[in-house]
């Protein structure tokens, strides 16, 4: 299972099964305030105050005086922990008194999940309503986009808010590397941090402690939940290979996933931007042939599943990053971002395989991002492929993790053309998989100082910056089921539309 907040289209996080004893918690907004003047949020609409119970990083700050260097834990704070347009913002008005209290102090908003990003005047944009062309967020193209162009669905909703409150001192922490050089439009009037709220709320269990691998059985593990297109490519190619661990629930026609030219020609229809399946195309991938191969065995064989069970594979219609697994034993309870760390339902899928293929939640986008996915692979000392926006390897290495440089090619990190990483990551894949499962065993070995190296800097990085004993107790008690729900009321089109100069601060 994978996926932080596995948000649905309708913004309701998706739990995970086997968890029905779990007390539901459920929690009337996605957006949460701290240390506002008494008094202050009052009337703020769908915003709940936060409290350590709500927000771990609050008790981090509290009971731990743990923080890192870009965070003020004395400072007002809003912590937004969904995807998408932070709706409650778009119509919060504090009065003259706030406002000064902000501007003085600083406001800090926390943003838990993968900016929304879209292109602006995005020519394929809206394919499914509003900015973005890929679902709920959007893909870059393989040819050069200014920067400028670059925007974020939250971080609209925050200029608008600062606009009409007349703000000047915030600052938005994410987990988007690279976020002020890659969306320089709105450095001029907020501050962006790359400072993973997510990440700094994990914690390490000493469960994860396992001892060394003693033999393969396949080359690689991919788990995935959420669909995308280069989830859909590389499970297809794995399945070619015939020599993985797969978690995969989508029946995918090839025409859905590559970018195609309407009937009359002159123009390319809906589908992965940086994808195009044209002959003589630039972005037709070198791997097509074992693609469609790959595809058709794969297409037979979905829904291959592990912990989450489906009785049918789900359709997929349109290429987009909404659609989720359906025909499952999965009954909204039990996060997976709780449970895999604590349960362990995907250890057997690591235990027996060489390399993990990590599809992480995006791809084809100019800020790099990682989350529990690769992290996963940290925990069960596995060495890892990472499919992800550009940089972010070398993301992880700021964070003072090792990779794999000295056994393959990893020059794909800084391949900003989609396509191109990937065609390099596919050689590798192709590469690994030449090699017998002996071969792979020693490689391996070979490995075991970075693997070690990375489970320890994982429990230096994570909220109590060491490895946490869980006890029995807590595998039930400390998981609790939470639904989080987008605010009512307008989105920033609609006022965007009755206001204007809106967007002049």
């Not at 972005?283 to 191969?293: G, M, R």
Request: glycine share 6%.
């Amino acid at each position: 299972m994978e996926e932080k907040n596995s948000t649905n289209t309708a913004g309701t996080v998706e739990l995970a099964a086997g968890a029905k004893e779990l007390d539901l918690e459920v929690i009337h907004s996605s957006l949460a305030h701290y240390n506002f003047p008494e008094g202050s949020m009052e009337h703020a609409r769908n915003v709940m105050r936060a409290t350590i119970h709500d927000i771990p990083r609050i008790r981090t700050w509290e009971e731990y005086r743990i923080h890192s260097k870009y965070e003020d834990p004395e400072a007002p704070s809003l912590f937004y922990q969904a995807n998408g347009e932070i709706k409650q913002l778009i119509t919060l008005e504090h009065d003259a008194d706030t406002v000064a209290f902000l501007n003085e102090r600083g406001l800090h908003i926390y943003l838990y999940e993968p900016l929304c990003l879209y292109i602006e005047n995005d020519p394929i944009k809206g394919v499914w309503g509003g900015h973005h062309n890929f679902g709920f967020y959007s893909e870059w193209p393989n040819h050069s986009v200014q920067p400028s162009r670059a925007r974020a669905t939250e971080l609209d909703a925050i200029a608008y808010y600062m606009g009409q409150n007349g703000l000047n001192n915030v600052y938005v922490h994410t987990g988007d590397y690279r976020c002020a050089e890659q969306l320089p439009y709105y450095s001029g009037f907020m501050t962006l941090y790359c400072d993973d709220p997510f990440l700094n709320e994990l914690m390490m269990y000493d469960n994860a402690v396992r001892p060394i691998k003693r033999k393969f059985e396949k080359h690689f593990v991919c788990t995935n939940w959420r669909f995308t297109s280069v989830r859909a490519i590389m499970c297809a190619l794995l399945a070619e290979i015939d020599s993985a661990n797969l978690i995969w629930f989508f029946e995918t026609p090839l025409e859905r996933l590559g970018m195609r030219k309407s009937p009359l020609g002159e123009h390319l229809q809906e589908g992965t931007p940086w994808l195009c399946f044209q002959n003589g195309h630039p972005d037709k991938p070198k791997f097509y042939d074992q693609l469609v191969k790959g595809l058709d065995i794969l297409n037979q064989q979905v829904p291959l599943t592990c912990d989450v069970k489906a009785s049918a594979p789900t359709q997929i219609e349109e290429c987009a990053g909404h659609w989720y697994p359906e025909a499952t034993t999965f009954d909204g309870m039990g996060n997976p971002v709780v449970m895999n760390p604590t349960m362990l339902p995907l250890e057997g899928l690591y235990r027996n395989a060489f390399v993990d293929i990590v599809n992480e939640s995006r791809y084809g986008q100019p800020t790099g991002n990682i989350s529990e996915k690769v992290l996963q692979s940290i925990q069960f000392k596995t060495p890892f492929l990472l499919l992800a926006p550009p940089h972010s390897l070398r993301y992880m290495k700021e964070l003072g993790y090792k990779t794999f440089d000295r056994w393959w090619d990893e020059s794909y990190d800084e391949t900003d053309n989609h396509l191109e990483r990937l065609e390099k990551i596919v050689d590798i894949v192709n590469w690994i998989a030449t090699l017998s499962l002996e071969q792979c065993h020693d490689m391996y070995v070979d490995m075991l100082p970075i693997l070690k190296h990375n489970f320890e800097q994982m429990a230096r990085n994570s909220r109590l910056q060491r490895i946490t004993h869980l006890h029995k107790d807590d595998l039930l008690s400390s998981t609790k089921a939470v639904e989080w729900a987008q605010g009512d009321g307008p989105g920033l089109a609609d006022m965007i539309e009755h206001s204007k100069n809106n967007r002049e601060f």
